[in-house]
């Protein structure tokens, strides 16, 4: 059973950075992509960043580009998102999620397991 465990999240002021971090277990973690998604208060949940199994691609909302950077770290099953330049419309519940396969995914129906969350809550 795969299993996703969500860290670092907390309160932090505008214009502040913020490291996110995602340790998975159950799963041949190199063989699959891996990604970031986030709810805030009334919305949907929506994609934030996904990275390929071998860390050599990687896709980002317009919404994050050029502010938030999706890394993994094989040898540790572990995948980070490191948040820079927060706004406080980038207040919600950050979601790690397992892709369905290596590649790097598209869209949601592309990944298959999600962790639990953690809350970030940027103050202006």
């Known amino acids: 059973q795969v299993h996703l465990v969500e860290s670092g999240g907390g309160l932090v002021q505008a214009g502040g950075p913020l490291r996110l971090s995602c340790a998975a277990s159950g799963l041949t973690f190199s063989s699959f992509a891996m990604g970031w998604f986030r709810q805030a208060p009334g919305k949907e949940r929506e994609f934030v960043a996904a990275i390929r199994w071998d860390g050599l691609a990687t896709r980002y909302a317009d919404s994050v580009k050029g502010r938030f950077t999706i890394s993994r770290d094989n040898a540790a099953n572990k995948v980070y998102l490191q948040m820079n330049s927060l706004k406080p419309e980038d207040t919600a519940v950050y979601y790690c999620?397992?892709?369905?396969?290596?590649?790097?995914?598209?869209?949601?129906?592309?990944?298959?397991?999600w962790g639990q969350g953690t809350q970030v809550t940027v103050s202006s």
């Open positions: 999620a397992a892709g369905k396969g290596g590649f790097l995914p598209a869209g949601e129906r592309d990944f298959a397991s």
